[in-house]
């Protein structure tokens, strides 16, 4: 039996046993007692059951018990609520059958009516207490079905769900409407369950749903994605006859739209007699949000071409969501010039939607224009404009904006946590999350998993362990969504081996897809590749991960990563089959994957092969060209960008400005230019990110005071990012005067960087000043800071083989060593000289050959020379920058090998050749 719990109930009671004690003394004693009277027979009304059936026999529908419910963000583009065709703005003609259509004694007529017109009142201005009142006059009359509806129905437009279902509790023979009143009440309350329930009483009993019961339950199934309900659901309406209904009909749209059933989405849209124009609107939001922009877009045109109904707002709304989304600026440009000629441009929703799209494809300038002119604006309105300004890294002005805030909701603060986050001020979201808490505002997952991205910004393992124990505290882990945050925090703060206590306490029953994916992702992330790998094929094997368009998407980042190019073009595979290729994430990913695999062919090809390219697919091919050098092939599709009138984001621009480093000849001017232009041409305020990109060329090109003068001038604090690109520019051309000065700050801002301590002392062994050095390395010792040890990996048979300097763990490493010698002795033969400067300790000058011999790149050049076949090219992953005599001795390996080595650093690729290097020994 499908019983209901009553509100602020810990136990279930029957139907019989709960009393309604909210006013009367005399229907606490005896609440059944003051409802005796029927309420007289109509044509209309639907068969109901006696009071001893009600609730007695079993459902004729199942209940999935292996649901999982999902919170959606309210959204006025994708919540069912928004729609014309929900059953919130359509709640009318059934709640007027509870306030009108009713058979009164002639006598009764003027108090009876009265009555009605109070409840009505009560419910339009939000008055509680006249509801209240109205309640206690009717306790003192005889029963009324139609009364206790009317009083139901207020009590739900009012909120209060406890109070409507203590009225529906004291019917003797509940009606549909009452029962259909009470279901949407508790669903809009988030009480879903319990509205289910009841409408398995309601069956039960012997009460038939009419269209608005159908549309209640249909919308419940929706909030919680249960499609299994839905279905059966869908199999009644058509039994019933009801599929005829455009009302019934948009709901059912809704529902599979919800849970993304989109090709049955639009065989209901076709089969639909009689459209309205919220059929037109559920059809083209279930398009948008399963991603389908193109399709969306073309049943607007087929809207317009129909000609029968005119878009609405809520139309307009969705179509600029699509576009920001997919980025489709003239598509967007001209459905604002329609907004405009039909008048709708005015609209606040339309407004609202209009600054998500130009924050996506146009201007601050544009964004700001429509702020400006929005004369009524509500919290939307201001939280859009801190989006815009977080979107183009104008992080002061989102600020500012914050504080003029008339009204501040969760969201408004979620807004900006989210564009800390986004413009890597982890710091500052960090802070603005504990205003929250001791603000008493409330805590939703995405605050709670912002304020975890601003721990992984900062990687403090300390902050990380409070955030977590916060969390802990509170009890929010049960959540999936919180609970993967976590564990990928834990990875990104170097905590490991909480990341796998997260990870192995997994529930069963759970969806674990998400937490392998993240677990898989971490180990590559600290360098722990073979248990990456090994966790990538346990997951196949087991079926413990489903690869769909997000593990596609991670585990090609992985094969990116460790270079291992054999998976990358089986995942490859997959993605094809599966028809993933759609999704412009995985597409994304691919192209990243055979840039950073050496394969550039094939990863401008498949630039070319996704469906539809977004400012990120741009991003990563410019970037891969990047990292192969080719600064002059990533100023070409900088050009096609602009030719195609595609927005550069604030990457964009950090590429490109880098792109100057890798050019054949001095551009230096046109780089200036290029930045000074970000701020009047594009709208895009200079960043700390965009100062380090323009200080590391000018520093490339060796104008290190320049570079140090721009880096005064700069109109905000620099970051030690910036200070760091000039250090390297200083360690590339040898200036120790700057390097020392530059140093200083550095340490100044990080006291706790160990790179900055590491150049330091290299800097004193440099000089000979030795005593300096390992006074340095002690108070490096002390405070616990470590190098971070150079690793270079080789793939071969499928497998990752690693290696450290001067490392024997190596089940082969006896013939490696061995080969290693013989192939020193060769290339010492034609005029290898070991650069012992690199060795930077006091020691003898053979162990300082000693020292160089054995460094972890030459080991694993050695073993892909050993274990390929001759004339296959080796290809080698080191994790930091490669040093000046491991650069030189592979020059000599490929003349004496006549082998190509491409190895990968943290500075790009190499390729050896003929002794000869693509980096022109400058890097």
Not at 444 to 462: P, Q, V, W
Request: net charge neutral.
């Amino acid at each position: 039996m499908a019983t209901v719990i009553p509100p602020n109930s810990s136990t279930a009671t029957s139907p019989t046993s709960f009393h309604y004690f909210h006013l009367c003394p005399s229907f606490l004693r005896n609440p059944i007692s003051h409802y005796h009277r029927k309420p007289p027979p109509s044509p209309t009304q639907t068969s109901v059951a006696s009071p001893s059936q009600c609730g007695t026999s079993p459902s004729s529908l199942s209940k999935s018990k292996d649901r999982h419910i999902f919170h959606f963000p309210a959204s006025p583009t994708q919540t069912l609520e928004s729609q014309k065709s929900s059953f919130y703005n359509a709640e009318a003609p059934f709640l007027s059958e509870s306030f009108s259509e009713r058979a009164l004694p002639d006598k009764e007529d003027s108090f009876f009516d009265s009555l009605f017109h109070m409840l009505r009142l009560s419910a339009r201005f939000g008055d509680t207490e006249l509801a209240k009142a109205v309640h206690a006059s009717i306790l003192k009359l005889d029963e009324d079905t139609y009364l206790g509806n009317a009083l139901i129905a207020a009590y739900v437009k009012l909120g209060l769900c406890s109070d409507a279902y203590g009225v529906f509790l004291g019917l003797s023979c509940p009606n549909v409407v009452s029962y259909t009143a009470l279901i949407s009440g508790l669903s809009k309350s988030n009480r879903e369950d319990e509205a289910l329930n009841l409408f398995f009483r309601m069956r039960s009993s012997g009460v038939a749903p009419n269209e608005y019961s159908l549309v209640a339950i249909l919308a419940t199934c929706s909030r919680i994605i249960e499609l299994q309900l839905g279905v059966q659901i869908h199999a009644m309406v058509i039994k019933m006859g009801y599929l005829d209904s455009a009302f019934v009909a948009n709901t059912l749209m809704g529902l599979y739209g919800k849970c993304g059933c989109s090709d049955i989405v639009l065989k209901l849209f076709d089969e639909i007699p009689q459209r309205d124009i919220a059929s037109w609107n559920t059809v083209i939001s279930s398009m948008v949000n399963e991603c389908m922009y193109d399709k969306a877009l073309h049943l607007f045109l087929d809207l317009q071409r129909n000609g029968t109904f005119g878009v609405d707002y809520f139309t307009l709304s969705t179509l600029f969501a699509a576009c920001a989304d997919s980025t489709s600026v003239m598509e967007g440009q001209q459905i604002h010039t329609h907004a405009i000629k039909i008048g709708l441009d005015a609209n606040l929703s339309v407004r609202n939607a209009l600054i998500g799209f130009y924050t996506k494809c146009g201007t601050v300038k544009d964004v700001e224009f429509l702020f400006e002119s929005t004369s009524v604006k509500d919290v939307i309105t201001w939280t859009a404009i801190i989006t815009a300004y977080m979107n183009f890294g104008l992080v002061d002005l989102a600020l500012e904006i914050f504080g003029k805030m008339p009204e501040k909701n969760p969201i408004s603060y979620n807004a900006l946590l989210t564009g800390f986050c986004q413009n890597g001020e982890g710091s500052k979201a960090l802070d603005l999350f504990v205003k929250m808490v001791k603000g008493y505002i409330e805590l939703t997952d995405f605050s709670l998993t912002s304020a975890l991205s601003a721990c992984s910004l900062l990687m403090d393992s300390k902050i990380s362990e409070q955030i977590h124990g916060f969390i802990l505290k509170f009890g929010f882990r049960s959540n999936s969504c919180i609970e993967v945050a976590l564990l990928d925090m834990c990875t990104r703060c170097g905590r490991i081996a909480d990341a796998e206590k997260i990870f192995f306490r997994w529930p069963i029953e759970e969806d674990c897809s998400i937490a392998w994916t993240s677990m898989i992702c971490g180990y590559a992330r600290n360098g722990q590749l073979d248990e990456a790998i090994s966790l990538v094929h346990v997951s196949q094997s087991e079926g413990k991960m489903v690869m769909d368009e997000v593990a596609s998407t991670s585990v090609l980042g992985l094969c990116g990563t460790i270079g291992f190019h054999e998976m990358g073009k089986q995942i490859h595979c997959h993605v094809l089959k599966s028809g993933f290729l759609s999704d412009s994430r995985v597409g994304n990913a691919i192209v990243s994957m055979y840039f950073k695999c050496w394969n550039t062919e094939h990863a401008i090809k498949m630039f070319s092969y996704i469906p539809r390219t977004d400012i990120v697919s741009w991003n990563c091919l410019i970037a891969g060209h990047l990292l192969h050098r080719q600064g002059d092939e990533a100023l070409v599709v900088w050009s096609s960008m602009l030719e195609m009138s595609i927005k550069p984001d604030k990457v964009t621009f950090i590429l490109i400005i880098s792109a100057y480093k890798h050019t054949y000849s001095n551009l230096i001017h046109d780089c200036r230019s290029l930045f000074l232009s970000m701020r009047t041409g594009f709208g895009i305020e200079p960043s700390s990110e965009h100062y380090t990109s323009f200080v590391g060329v000018l520093g490339y090109w060796g104008l290190l005071e320049e570079a140090e003068e721009t880096i005064h001038k700069m109109p905000f604090e620099p970051e030690a990012s910036v200070w760091r690109a000039l250090l390297n520019s200083c360690r590339l051309h040898n200036n120790t005067a700057i390097g020392k000065r530059v140093a200083k700050q550095i340490l100044a801002m990080e006291p706790r960087d160990p790179s900055t301590y590491i150049l330091i002392s290299n800097l004193y062994s440099a000089s000979g000043r030795w005593h300096c050095s390992e006074m340095v390395r002690e108070n490096m010792r002390q405070m616990g800071l470590h190098k971070q040890p150079s690793e270079s990996w080789i793939i071969c048979q499928h497998k990752i083989h690693s290696f450290y300097a001067r490392d024997r763990s190596h089940y082969q490493a006896k013939d490696v060593y061995r080969g290693l010698e013989i192939l020193i002795l060769e290339c010492l033969k034609v005029g290898y000289v070991p650069d012992t400067s690199f060795v930077l300790h006091e020691v003898e000058e053979h162990q300082k050959k000693d020292f160089l011999f054995y460094h972890s790149a030459k080991l694993a050049a050695t073993y892909g020379l050993l274990m390929t076949r001759p004339g296959t090219p080796i290809r080698i992953v080191k994790n930091i920058l490669l040093c000046g005599d491991c650069h030189t001795f592979l020059k000599y390996v490929s003349v004496v090998t006549k082998r190509e080595i491409f190895l990968r650093d943290s500075s790009g690729f190499h390729c050896f050749s003929n002794g000869k290097c693509s980096c022109k020994d400058y890097w």
